[in-house]
């Protein structure tokens, strides 16, 4: 939305910031560019992936499959340990896609509030964002 409204010749900025220094004839553009179809792609993928660990369930298939005493203590030892660390890696797994989503949503409200702000005022000094 930024980008058309600077295309119709809406203010544009003239300065850009990389790295604490200003950089004449660059606008924020040139500095961020963010794909929020990804973004919430991710967040839907990793809702799938929290779906999935969710419903996982952990078996030992027991010493008579085995074959062995030891593998089978370290399998016994593995599937006691899943349930804690599944639930971990679940709320984890849903840490990063609320992440992926209200990053997405923080980015399209940004964009839309630059967008009217560049589109409602003709000169730079006057474009003013509210949050």
Same mark, same amino acid.
């Given at each position: ?25 660059? @606008? ?94 003709? @000169? ?6 509210? @949050?």
């Amino acid at each position: 939305m930024v980008a058309r409204a600077m295309r119709s010749g809406a203010a544009k900025p003239t300065a850009g910031t990389r790295l604490g220094r200003t950089v004449e004839g660059e @606008s924020v553009g040139d500095y961020l560019k963010v794909d929020v179809a990804l973004l919430r792609a991710t967040g839907a993928g990793l809702g799938q992936i929290k779906d999935i660990l969710q419903h996982a369930q952990a078996s030992s298939p027991g010493y008579q499959v085995l074959g062995s005493h030891e593998l089978s203590e370290v399998m016994d030892d593995f599937v006691s340990n899943w349930e804690i660390h599944r639930g971990k890696l679940v709320s984890a797994v849903e840490a990063h896609q609320q992440m992926a989503l209200q990053s997405a949503d923080a980015y399209e409200h940004t964009d839309s509030e630059l967008a009217r702000a560049l589109t409602q005022h003709s @000169s730079p000094g006057e474009a003013r964002v509210t @949050s």
